[in-house]
């Protein structure tokens, strides 16, 4: 089930992110996998733009996966949720050949997007 909170930004703007959509697309090779809650505040600010990013950077659907993320009892619960260790959201797995190579978590201080793309260009270590 597609999360709504990675619906892209309308008002993203590409071209002044040029960078990050060009990392992103230069790296065809990756998997994004994104857990998520519609109802969670920093999802619905974070997301957004990161759905526009990869939109841009054309990245197709299928290397896209959605996890959507409850709470109960204080704690978070969905699909993959135990199996990759999420405890906070959004979190956002990146992968190469089923191989996890880093992740954003909840909040890097840097937008998700470009977080990723400075990871992948090597200006900053995960």
């Known amino acids: 089930m597609p999360l709504e909170t990675m619906t892209p930004d309308p008002v993203w703007d590409a071209d002044a992110?040029?960078?990050t959509v060009a990392t992103l697309a230069d790296h065809d090779d990756l998997?994004?996998?994104v857990w998520g809650g519609d109802w969670c505040p920093d999802c619905r600010q974070l997301l957004p733009p990161f759905a526009a990013a990869l939109a841009a950077a054309?990245?197709?659907d299928e290397r896209v996966?959605?996890?959507p993320v409850e709470t109960e009892?204080?704690?978070k619960v969905g699909p993959g949720v135990e199996e990759y260790g999420v405890e906070f959201i959004p979190t956002v797995v990146i992968e190469r050949d089923g191989e996890e190579l880093f992740r954003y978590?909840?909040?890097e201080g840097?937008?998700?997007a470009t977080y990723v793309a400075r990871v992948l260009d090597g200006?900053?270590?995960p």
């Open 105 to 107: 978590v909840e909040d």
């Open 65 to 67: 996966e959605q996890f």
């Open 58 to 60: 054309e990245v197709p």
């Open 17 to 19: 992110n040029a960078a």
């Open 31 to 33: 998997r994004y996998l």
């Open 110 to 112: 840097l937008p998700i």
């Open 73 to 75: 009892d204080g704690r």
């Open 123 to 125: 200006e900053i270590e």
